[in-house]
């Protein structure tokens, strides 16, 4: 029964990622809640069992099963989509870029697998799912941008998506790599952040390096021994400042370092849309 749990919870979660999507209406989005709690009563689950959630969505799963021949071949069909489908398809990938706009890169890659379902011959849908880039699947991201070179190998967008997917998946497991990035917004709002700043501000050796390095701005720029011992200073300030937040509040690093992976993908949404 382990394994039909584990496909019902699969499916709760796919369902559940669909009304939050914003394309189905009020009745549709409530036949679908009723279908989730039809589910989780005959397989007594509920969304927190976590244990029982598959390492990729059901839709990925679906689909690298139907793209699964090789990781560089496509097989696809003898014939083309239909207008109506090459206009949904569109409309699909359009509705993904707005997704990824506003970093929902779930919904996104959603769209985007809805768009290769209607149209698989169209390298863009594939390229587009650097929203999985956005999620940390760097695997399952640089599949889809050799498929999308596989349709168009010329494509230099495709070939720089695959470099820095590939490049990425190797800082991910690299032990040294620590992906550390900052954003302001975020910091200046988090409470443990704000009391580990004004710590560090009120000790003593931090004032007086502050204090002489703005002497130094105002007289002319420290010479010799001093100015370097100044900067080697900040850093080493710089340095615990950063060990004092990780040891006390790790999610808080957890979470900048996701922040800064996702955002240096979402920029590059655009180019190939």
């Excluded at 990824?100 to 379902?117: F, L, P, W």
């Excluded at 409470?191 to 204090?211: D, E, G, H, R």
């Excluded at 900048?256 to 996702?262: D, P, V």
């Amino acid at each position: 029964m382990a394994v039909e749990k584990r496909l019902a919870f699969s499916i709760v979660q796919f369902l559940r990622d669909q009304t939050h999507c914003g394309a189905l209406n009020s009745d549709e989005q409530e036949s679908l809640e009723v279908a989730i709690q039809c589910l989780e009563t005959t397989f007594k689950i509920n969304s927190s069992d976590c244990h029982l959630a598959a390492p990729q969505p059901l839709t990925e799963i679906f689909l690298n099963s139907l793209l699964k021949n090789d990781q560089n071949n496509l097989v696809l069909p003898e014939t083309s989509p239909s207008p109506e489908d090459t206009e949904r398809a569109e409309q699909l990938k359009n509705e993904g870029n707005n997704h990824m706009k506003e970093e929902n890169y779930s919904c996104a890659v959603e769209c985007y697998t809805k768009a290769i379902d209607l149209d698989l011959r169209n390298a863009v849908y594939y390229c587009n799912r650097l929203a999985l880039t956005a999620m940390n699947k760097y695997p399952e991201a640089i599949s889809y941008f050799k498929k999308a070179l596989v349709l168009d190998p010329e494509n230099d967008t495709y070939k720089s998506n695959l470099k820095i997917a590939e490049q990425k998946q190797k800082e991910a497991s690299s032990p040294m790599a620590t992906g550390l990035g900052f954003d302001m917004a975020s910091l200046i709002n988090n409470p443990a952040f704000i009391s580990m700043a004004a710590s560090v501000m009120q000790n003593q050796q931090v004032q007086q390096l502050m204090s002489g390095m703005m002497s130094n701005a105002v007289g002319g720029p420290a010479a010799g021994v001093g100015g370097l011992s100044d900067i080697s200073s900040l850093i080493e300030a710089g340095q615990q400042f950063a060990q004092q937040i990780q040891q006390q509040n790790p999610e808080l690093i957890e979470q900048l370092r996701n922040h800064i992976r996702s955002r240096s993908f979402s920029g590059s949404a655009e180019e190939h849309s």
